[in-house]
C-alpha cells in the first residue's frame, strides 16, 4: 500500500469542509485543507451571517415605528451604512479566525491556495505543489449565478452585496427564492426605494401556498414594489451613472442598483473535474450515494456542491456523517427527513415538514389547522402585520408531518417544533401539551378545529 502525504485531502473550508476536517483529524487520519478566498466559506463571509445582521439592522426601521404606541418618543433616527458595514466587516473577520483555529487545533495542515484535482491521488496547490492523499473530499459550496442578457455585466449578486461602499437611493432585486425575498426586506428596511422582479406568479416556490401568499401580502405592506410575471429583457447604464431595466412585456424601470438572486450553481469550476472520471449533472453538481462517494472510490463529496438541500447545518450534518464512517468506523447515513429551515424576511418564515400539497399527494386523508391572526404586540404598535400559523396532519395515523409559520422569531419557534416532529408526535400529543401564556408559539399547541376544505 502506497505511503501517502495525508489520509484526507478536503477541497473548501466552508461549513462542511471545515467540520469534516475537524472531526476526521480528531478521530486520528492526517488531514489537509485547501481555500483560495475566505475562511468559513459562503455562511461566514457572503451568506446566513451577515444576512442575519443585515436583517436585524433593518428590521430597526420597524422596531422605532411600533415604539411609540408603548410610549416611547424615538424622534428621528438615521442610519449610517458605513458603520453597519465596518462592524460587519469586523465580526466577519473575528469568525475567519476562529475558523482557522478550529483546524489549528485539530492538527489540520492548511493551505492558501486553490486546490485542483491531478488524479485521484494527488492535489495541486496553485499549479505549483503537489500533494498525494488516500482520500479526497470536494466541499467547494456553490456560487451565484447570473442570467443570460445583454447588460448582465452591470448587475450584482449577493456576495457583492455585502461589501456596497454607499447604499443606492433605489433597487431592484430580481429573484424570487429565499436570498431575493430576504435581500427586498433588508434594502427596504434600510430606507432604499426596493423593486422585486420574479419571472412567475409568486415567489417561494417549494413553500407552502400559505405561506407564500401571507408573505406577498406582508411585503406589500412593507411598501415594497412587487413585479410577478416579470422578466428583465434587457440592462443598460444611463450617463448619470444608474441603470435602465428593460422586461420582457416592453415595461422599462430605472434604479441605482440591480441585484440578481436567480440561484446558485455547484462551484466546480477549475477544481480539475476533468481529470478524473467524477459523474456530474447537468448544472456541474457532483454525483454522490448515501455515503458522499462519487464515481470514483476514493474522491467524496457533500455541502452545496451536490446541490441537494442548500443549507449550512445540512452540510454539517453531512461532514458529521462522512468523518464518522470514514475514520471512526462507525457507517453514519444522513438523514434528510425533517429538515427544518428559515427565511429572514420581513416577518420571518420557519417550516418543517411537508407543506399542505406535499401532504395531500401523499396521504389519503389530510388536515389543515391554521390560525391567522395581528400579535399582542401589535395591538398597541398599530401596525397591522399578521402572523400565520399552520399544522398539516396525516388524519390517519394523528402524526405531524408539516409545521409552518410567518411571524416574528418564527425560525426560533419552528426550531422547537422541528424536535417534536422528528419524534413523530401527534396532533394529540400537540393538544395535551399546556401553552405559554401570553406567547404567539401556544397557538401550536391550541388549535382544535381543523379548516375546511
Known amino acids: ?21 475537524r472531526m476526521s483529524a480528531t478521530w486520528g487520519a492526517r488531514v489537509a485543507t485547501a481555500e483560495d478566498r475566505y475562511m468559513g466559506g459562503t455562511c461566514v463571509n457572503v451568506g446566513c451571517v451577515p444576512k ?28 449610517h451604512w458605513p458603520t453597519l458595514l465596518e462592524n460587519k466587516n469586523q465580526e466577519i473577520s473575528r469568525l475567519n479566525g476562529i475558523y482557522k483555529g478550529l483546524l489549528d487545533n485539530a492538527g489540520v495542515t492548511h493551505f492558501d491556495g486553490r486546490a485542483r484535482i491531478v488524479d485521484p491521488h494527488h492535489v495541486s496547490i496553485d499549479h505549483d505543489r503537489v500533494i498525494s492523499t488516500e482520500k479526497i473530499l470536494i466541499a467547494t459550496g456553490g456560487w451565484p449565478t447570473i442570467p443570460d442578457f445583454p447588460g448582465n455585466e452591470h448587475v450584482i449578486t449577493s456576495n457583492e452585496a455585502f461589501y456596497l461602499e454607499q447604499l443606492p437611493k433605489d433597487v431592484l432585486v430580481v429573484g424570487g427564492g429565499y436570498i431575493a425575498v430576504e435581500f427586498a426586506g433588508i434594502y427596504a428596511g434600510l430606507g432604499v426605494e426596493t423593486h422585486l422582479s420574479y419571472r412567475g406568479p409568486l415567489f417561494l416556490r417549494g413553500f407552502d401556498q400559505d405561506i407564500r401568499e401571507t408573505v406577498r401580502d406582508e411585503l406589500i405592506k412593507k411598501d415594497i414594489n412587487l413585479h410577478f410575471d416579470s422578466v428583465v429583457a434587457a440592462v443598460e447604464k444611463t450617463p448619470d451613472e444608474r441603470y435602465r431595466v428593460r422586461f420582457t412585456d416592453g415595461t422599462e424601470m430605472t434604479v441605482g442598483l440591480i441585484m440578481v438572486a436567480t440561484g446558485r450553481s455547484p462551484s466546480v469550476h477549475d477544481i480539475g473535474l476533468e481529470n478524473v472520471a467524477v459523474e456530474t449533472r447537468e448544472n456541474g453538481a457532483i454525483v454522490v450515494n448515501d455515503a458522499f462517494q462519487t464515481s470514483v472510490p476514493n474522491i467524496f463529496a457533500l455541502g452545496d456542491v451536490t446541490d441537494r438541500i442548500q443549507l449550512t447545518p445540512v452540510a454539517i450534518a453531512e461532514a458529521m456523517a462522512f468523518a464518522r464512517s ?3 468506523n462507525e457507517p453514519t447515513m444522513m438523514d434528510y427527513d425533517h429538515i427544518a429551515t428559515a427565511v429572514f424576511c420581513q416577518p420571518n418564515i420557519g417550516t418543517v415538514g411537508l407543506t399542505e400539497e406535499e401532504a395531500r399527494e401523499q396521504y389519503a386523508n389530510v388536515k389543515v389547522f391554521r390560525s391567522s391572526f395581528r400579535a399582542l404586540k401589535h395591538t398597541l404598535s398599530g401596525s397591522d402585520e399578521r402572523t400565520l400559523m399552520k399544522l398539516v396532519v396525516d388524519a390517519d395515523s394523528d402524526r405531524v408531518v408539516g409545521a409552518h409559520m410567518v411571524g416574528e422569531d418564527a425560525g426560533e419557534i419552528i426550531q422547537g417544533l422541528a424536535v417534536a416532529l422528528k419524534a413523530g408526535a401527534t396532533k394529540s400529543v400537540f393538544d395535551a401539551t399546556v401553552g405559554i401564556h401570553p406567547t404567539t408559539a401556544e397557538e401550536f399547541v391550541t388549535m382544535r378545529e381543523p379548516v375546511e376544505v
Open 52 to 79: 442575519k445582521l443585515f436583517v436585524t439592522a433593518a428590521h430597526y426601521h420597524h422596531d422605532f415605528n411600533d415604539s411609540r404606541g408603548f410610549g416611547w418618543n424615538p424622534g428621528s433616527p438615521t442610519f
Open 1 to 21: 500500500m502506497p505511503e501517502y502525504d495525508f489520509d484526507l485531502f478536503v477541497m473548501g473550508v466552508g461549513s462542511g469542509g471545515v467540520r469534516a476536517a
Open 326 to 328: 470514514q475514520f471512526l
